[in-house]
């Protein structure tokens, strides 16, 4: 990646409405078998080339072949019981039906190499994968097993390594682990989580990146942050040991949100996905609205290691909503690109 400014989505996109229920999440899939696996893969075809259509650099799966970003990684892996789901909170925010590990988590095959074989096939573009981090993971199913978090964290931290490896040799480029927990829990952040963290993106070749945000646009998460105040200092917990660490990228939510802008600072020397793009909002940003938020971190970040990006994923959101948005985000980089140029 030479150009200035790549820009790229955090992660999922709305799904079809023939392959799930749209602007849902945990939305069940309306296909069954065969039919389902060629759907799935139909809808991540149009997901590249929606993203492609719209000009942004680095090309991802939209996620079109998970039920969701944390649950669809656990359910394959041995040791976990996803028939029996139990409800447990969600990031001290809400409730959730979650898979139960009762045994020794493993993994006994490749979870995404097919479908990531696929995106690779689609799209010249470099390609970025994302994958749950060790944290989230904890906190996003029930223990009946191992009865320490640090302790499940590094046997996840172990399988993410295993499926990054074989994600890096199917052709991704970049790959991502999202940590949407590292705002929540901030002690084990600091005793444990960057490290395991760190375990996950142990030996990888191609480009990391770790993506902390504050949540979906879903309704438990706007309340959460109708609590956190005028300021969101969050990322002052975690910034200074990401920027320490050998994760090479952080993945930000910055537009819209009340999060002070010079706490970007605090990663200084590290790439920075910059989120441009509201995704709690039906609104499209225009390209306008998008160069000024990239404009306002330039002070903080080096514009050659600043990549526009979106807040988060994309799915709660209407199709021809997120198909604006990341439209207004490429039009919206290419403006502050010739800025620079000139
Ligand atoms: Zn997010």
Redesign the pocket.
């Known amino acids: 990646m030479t150009a200035l400014l790549p820009t790229s989505i955090?992660?999922s996109l709305p799904k079809p409405a023939w392959l799930a229920e749209p602007e849902k999440l945990w939305s069940p899939w309306k296909l069954e078998g065969e039919v389902l696996a060629e759907g799935k893969h139909d809808a991540l075809g149009l997901a590249a080339d929606d993203q492609a259509l719209a000009g942004l650099d680095i090309v991802s799966d939209g996620e079109q072949t998970r039920q969701h970003f944390v649950t669809t990684f656990i359910e394959h892996l041995d040791g976990v019981d996803f028939e029996n789901r139990e409800t447990v909170r969600i990031r001290d925010r809400y409730d959730a039906s979650v898979p139960t590990v009762v045994g020794p988590v493993s993994r006994r095959r490749p979870v995404f190499v097919d479908d990531a074989k696929a995106l690779r096939a689609r799209t010249d573009r470099p390609i970025k994968w994302a994958l749950p981090g060790p944290m989230t993971m904890i906190d996003t199913l029930a223990d009946r097993h191992y009865g320490s978090r640090e302790e499940l964290a590094w046997e996840f931290a172990a399988i993410l390594n295993q499926e990054a490896r074989e994600l890096e040799a199917a052709g991704v480029d970049i790959i991502q682990f999202?940590e949407?927990a590292f705002n929540v829990f901030f002690d084990d952040v600091r005793e444990w989580g960057v490290a395991a963290l760190e375990r996950a993106a142990e030996g990888l070749r191609s480009e990391t990146v770790v993506?902390?945000?504050?949540?979906?646009g879903i309704k438990a998460n706007n309340d959460w942050k109708a609590t956190l105040g005028d300021e969101w200092r969050q990322y002052e917990e975690s910034f200074p040991l990401l920027q320490q660490s050998t994760i090479d990228t952080v993945s930000l939510?910055c537009h819209h949100s009340h999060v002070p802008v010079e706490l970007i600072g605090l990663l200084r020397g590290k790439k920075v996905m910059v989120g441009a793009i509201d995704v709690a909002s039906d609104v499209v940003e225009t390209p306008e609205e998008v160069a000024a938020t990239l404009r306002s971190v330039l002070p903080y970040v080096d514009a050659d290691k600043l990549l526009p990006s979106t807040?988060?994923?994309m799915a709660p959101l209407a199709r021809e909503v997120a198909r604006g948005k990341m439209a207004a985000l490429s039009a919206g980089a290419a403006i502050v690109r010739a800025e620079l140029a000139g």
């Open positions: 955090v992660g999202d949407p993506h902390i945000c504050y949540g979906y939510e807040n988060c994923g």
